[in-house]
C-alpha cells in the first residue's frame, strides 16, 4: 500500500464478485467489485423505493452509454431505458470548431432496450425513425462493438462504428442511495482502446491507434429528486516517458456514505488506483454559460486538484408531465494534477475532457 492509500476506506477495495447483485432474499448486495455481474435483475430487490413493489420496473432507470476521444473530436452515445420513456442520445464536439452537434431521441417504453449485462453478447439496442444504435458486449473478453446512425432535425446526419478493446481493470460497483436501506445504484465503467470510424455530415474520421473510449453500464433507482456530477478525461499521457493508456473517473451523486462508496479512479494499463470523495464548483453556472466555464474538482487530501476548461456545452432541458430533466454535457480541457495510492503524480494539462451536471425529478 501507498503513502496515500490510508485516505481511501477499505470497502473501496474490489471483492470477488457474487453471481447476482440480489441475494435469495431480495436484498442488495452493495460495494466495490472485481468484475462483471452474471445477474443484475434489480426489478427483483424487494422494495427499494416507498413505491409499492409492482413499480420496481418503473422506477428504475437503465442505460448503457459509451464516450470516445478522437482526435478532432469528443463522442457521446447513449441508449437509456426510464421506465416510464426512452432516449436515445448522440452527442459530437468537434474540437476544430468547438461546436457541439446534438441527436436526441425521445423513445416509447421498451424501445430502448438495455442489456441485462455485459456477458456473452448481451444486445443493448434501440431503433427509431430516425436512427439506431447498438451494443454488443463481451465483457468476460474485455471487448465491446458499439455502432449506430441518427438524424437530427437541423439534418445532420452522424454514423458510426467502432470496436473495443478494454486496457484496465473494470470499476464496478453498487452504492447505496438515499430513503430505503436497498435502494442501489450500480456501475460498471471501463477504459478501452478504440478502433473504428464516425462520419458527422459526410466528414469521415479514423481512429489513430491512440484512440479511446469508456463504456458506462448503469442501473439504478434515483431518488425522485437527484443530482450528479461527473467528469473523465481519457486519452495517452506520457508517464515515465512511455505513451500510455490512461483515463479519470469522478463522480458525486447520492451515496449515503461517499467515502465507503464512490466509483472515484484512475486507469492505468493494466491497473487502477483509487480516488477518495471529491467535490465540484462550477464558474459560471451551466446556464449562464457564455463560451467558456471552469469545473473544478478536488478533495480533502491533495489527491484531485483537476479543472475541466469548458469550451463548449450542451443543454437538454426537458420539463414534461412525468419526468422534469436539467442536463449539461459539457466539453473541453483538462488541467490540473491527481495522484495514485503511491503519491505518483499525473500532470492532466491539454488531455481533452467532459463532464455532466444532472438533475432529475422523477
Given amino acids: 500500500m501507498g503513502e496515500y492509500s490510508k ?3 477499505e470497502k473501496r477495495r474490489s471483492v470477488p464478485t457474487p453471481k447476482s447483485i440480489a ?23 424487494k422494495r427499494p423505493t416507498r413505491a409499492p ?6 422506477k428504475l432507470t437503465l442505460w448503457e452509454a459509451v464516450e470516445v476521444n478522437l482526435p478532432d473530436g469528443m463522442f457521446l452515445a447513449a441508449c437509456c431505458d426510464m421506465g416510464l420513456i426512452g432516449k436515445c442520445v448522440h452527442l459530437f464536439f468537434d474540437k476544430r470548431t468547438r461546436k457541439v452537434y446534438n441527436f ?30 447498438e451494443f454488443v458486449n463481451t465483457f468476460e473478453a474485455g471487448v465491446c462493438r458499439v455502432s449506430g446512425r441518427h438524424k437530427n432535425g437541423n439534418g445532420d446526419v452522424i454514423e458510426y462504428g467502432f ?54 453500464d448503469h442501473k439504478g433507482f434515483y431518488p425522485r429528486r437527484a443530482h450528479y456530477d461527473w ?11 512511455e505513451s500510455r493508456f490512461f483515463g479519470l473517473n469522478l463522480t458525486r451523486n447520492q451515496s449515503v456514505d461517499q ?22 464548483e462550477r464558474e459560471p453556472k451551466c446556464n449562464k454559460f457564455d463560451g467558456s466555464a471552469t469545473w473544478r474538482v478536488t478533495d480533502e487530501y491533495d489527491m484531485v486538484n483537476v479543472a475541466l476548461n469548458v469550451v463548449g456545452i450542451n443543454p437538454m432541458v426537458i420539463h414534461a408531465l412525468v419526468v422534469s430533466i436539467d442536463y449539461y454535457v459539457a466539453f473541453g480541457t483538462m488541467s490540473g494534477y491527481v495522484r495514485d ?22
Fill in 231 to 241: 467528469v473523465t478525461t481519457m486519452g495517452k499521457l506520457d508517464i515515465d516517458g
Fill in 7 to 9: 485516505f481511501i476506506s
Fill in 23 to 45: 441475494d435469495e432474499r431480495g436484498r442488495c448486495v452493495f460495494g466495490t467489485f472485481e468484475s462483471e455481474f452474471e445477474e443484475l435483475d434489480l426489478v427483483r430487490l
Fill in 163 to 216: 470496436e473495443l478493446s478494454r486496457v484496465s481493470r473494470p470499476s464496478v460497483v453498487s452504492i447505496p442511495f438515499p430513503h430505503s436501506n436497498n435502494r442501489p445504484l450500480y456501475s460498471q465503467k471501463d477504459l478501452f482502446e478504440a478502433n473504428g470510424h464516425i462520419v458527422v455530415n459526410g466528414r469521415r474520421m479514423d481512429t489513430d491507434g491512440q484512440c479511446t473510449a469508456v463504456v458506462d
Fill in 53 to 58: 413493489q409492482a413499480f420496481n420496473k418503473l
Fill in 104 to 133: 436526441d431521441a425521445t423513445l416509447k417504453p421498451r424501445v430502448a432496450a438495455v442489456a441485462g449485462n455485459l456477458l456473452g453478447g448481451s444486445v443493448t439496442r434501440a431503433v427509431f425513425a430516425d436512427g439506431e444504435i
Fill in 341 to 362: 495510492e503511491n503519491g505518483k503524480k499525473y500532470i492532466l494539462d491539454g488531455m481533452a475532457g467532459m463532464g455532466e451536471d444532472k438533475t432529475l425529478l422523477l
Fill in 259 to 280: 467515502r465507503d462508496y464512490n466509483e472515484n479512479l484512475i486507469w492505468l494499463e493494466g491497473a487502477t488506483s483509487l480516488l477518495p470523495p471529491v467535490t465540484f
